[in-house]
C-alpha cells in the first residue's frame, strides 16, 4: 500500500513540473492566424450576451504599449475582450466601441477552479438603502419571473511576463479561462 502511494505522489509531482514547463515559442509557432472576419466587423454573439445586463459583461482591457502576434500589431487602447468559437476553434476578439477589431486564437481553455472568484473578485460595499432596493428586487423577482435578471458572468484577467519577450494573458469569463500568447516586439 505505502509502495502505491508513494508511486502516485512522485506521478503527481512529475505531472506538476511537466505542466509548467511550456514551450512558448513552440505554443506561438503552432498558432495559426485567423482565417475569418465579422461582416461589419460586428460580433454576432454579443446581443445574445449583453441582453440581460446593464452593462457589457466582458472584461476591459487597458493597453499602453503595442503587442504582436504574428503579422497583426495591437495598438494601445482600451479593448473589450471576447471569447468565441468558429469551427471548433475558440478565439478572443478585441473590440473597441462594440466593433471587432483583432481576432488572436485561444492556445488553452480551460474550468475556472472552484471558488476562483469567491477568493479573488471583491465584494459590493453596498449602503443601506441599496441593500433594501436589492431585497425588494429579489422578493420582485421570486414572483415575477418576467421581471428576472440574469446575473452577468463573473469576469476576472490576469496577464504574465514570460521568457524571450512573450506575454500570457488570460481572460476569465464564466465558467471557462482562456489562454492567449502574444509578443512585446515583433518578428
Do not use: C
Not at 476562483?116 to 428586487?137: C, G, M, R, V, W
Amino acid at each position: 500500500m505505502k509502495k502505491i502511494l508513494i508511486s502516485l505522489f512522485i506521478i503527481l509531482i512529475g505531472l506538476a513540473v511537466n505542466a509548467e514547463n511550456i514551450d512558448y515559442e513552440q505554443v506561438y509557432r503552432d498558432l495559426g492566424t485567423a482565417d475569418f472576419s465579422y461582416i461589419h466587423n460586428v460580433d454576432p454573439g454579443e446581443i445574445y450576451d449583453i441582453q440581460g445586463t446593464s452593462w457589457s459583461p466582458y472584461p476591459l482591457f487597458r493597453l499602453t504599449s503595442p503587442l504582436y502576434f504574428k503579422n497583426t500589431t495591437i495598438e494601445p487602447g482600451y479593448y473589450l475582450l471576447t471569447p468565441r468559437e468558429h469551427k471548433g476553434n475558440w478565439y478572443i476578439l478585441f473590440k473597441v466601441q462594440g466593433k471587432v477589431k483583432y481576432i488572436i486564437p485561444v492556445y488553452n481553455r480551460e474550468i475556472v477552479p472552484m471558488g476562483f472568484y469567491d477568493e479573488n473578485l471583491p465584494k459590493a460595499k453596498l449602503t443601506p438603502s441599496q441593500k433594501f432596493h436589492i431585497k425588494f428586487l429579489d422578493f420582485v423577482g421570486k414572483y415575477i419571473k418576467s421581471s428576472q435578471r440574469k446575473p452577468a458572468p463573473n469576469t476576472f484577467l490576469e496577464t504574465a511576463d514570460l521568457e524571450n519577450n512573450f506575454i500570457s494573458i488570460v481572460i476569465y469569463w464564466g465558467d471557462y479561462r482562456y489562454y492567449i500568447l502574444l509578443r512585446t516586439i515583433s518578428l
